[in-house]
């Protein structure tokens, strides 16, 4: 059964007198509590806010759940790492705050799309080091990645390579080259930061402070991030001895989660039903 949902803004950190807001998604009516997911959205680093996953997560929180979604520091104002220690910051505020929030302390995850699935596993895999001397716990205890751009390097090496593509040669509407290399330039700076910023290279190099489960979506005809690109983050998160399960949704594109109807609901499915075995 669906459950009627209300959301508010609410303010969860300040960096130098301005807020950073939260757009908090809970069961109206009672009940609970109930378990909390912190949701990261996409935007390659640069634009949109806590607004872009309203579809999902306002379904999700129709299911059972308080969901968090979070406005971040983005580029071009600010650059790497900033937006990670938000999202960091968020997942604490989350904890500390869920009696209030009527969610579950002891269980809180995190889900993010597209560049917002490469913050929210960094947050994920490293948030002590994300931390910045913030005290509380910025842990979570499990993390759904929605086509996540988990190595920027490889990702905008491959932007480079098609870059130059004459229009309408691209299947995915949501693929520009130019414009995701915008992205990639503003927040990152250069291809030194972009290797250093892989989630890839962080699990490859034994660097992960935590390995929760993970669950990870890929559209197969996102042109965005490919499946290979995917499919080697899933290997690497097994061989760093975590669990991932991979799916592979037909005949849809990049951010397909975000537009109203029966493929974006059958992944929300399938998100309640990874959650579920998970809280």
């Not at 759940?65 to 910051?89: E, G, I, N, S």
């Not at 996540?148 to 932007?159: G, S």
């Amino acid at each position: 059964m669906m459950l009627a949902v209300t959301s508010d803004d609410v303010e969860y950190a300040r960096h130098d007198g301005v807020p950073l807001l939260a757009r908090v998604y809970r069961p109206s009516g009672g009940g609970g509590p109930w378990p909390a997911l912190v949701d990261v959205h996409g935007g390659a680093w640069r634009w949109f806010d806590r607004t872009a996953d309203a579809y999902y997560d306002e379904a999700l929180a129709a299911g059972g759940m308080v969901v968090v979604a979070l406005d971040f520091r983005q580029a071009p104002d600010h650059r790497y790492p900033t937006a990670v220690a938000d999202v960091v910051a968020g997942v604490r505020w989350a904890r500390a705050n869920a009696a209030g929030l009527g969610a579950r302390a002891d269980s809180v995850g995190i889900v993010g799309g597209s560049s917002g699935g490469h913050l929210a596993m960094l947050a994920a895999v490293r948030p002590g080091a994300f931390a910045g001397g913030e005290r509380g716990d910025g842990h979570v205890d499990y993390a759904l990645a929605l086509w996540p751009i988990v190595d920027p390097f490889a990702r905008y090496r491959y932007l480079l390579a098609r870059r130059d593509e004459p229009p309408g040669r691209a299947r995915d509407p949501f693929f520009r080259a130019a414009r995701l290399m915008e992205g990639h330039e503003s927040f990152f700076g250069d291809e030194a930061t972009m290797a250093d910023a892989s989630v890839v290279r962080v699990l490859d190099a034994g660097l992960a402070e935590r390995l929760p489960p993970i669950w990870v979506a890929h559209p197969e005809l996102d042109e965005n991030v490919t499946l290979p690109m995917t499919e080697r983050f899933v290997a690497a998160y097994r061989a760093a001895g975590g669990d991932a399960e991979l799916a592979v949704f037909p005949g849809v594109g990049h951010a397909f989660a975000n537009i109203p109807g029966d493929a974006a609901d059958r992944c929300v499915e399938r998100m309640r039903e990874f959650i579920g075995r998970r809280v």
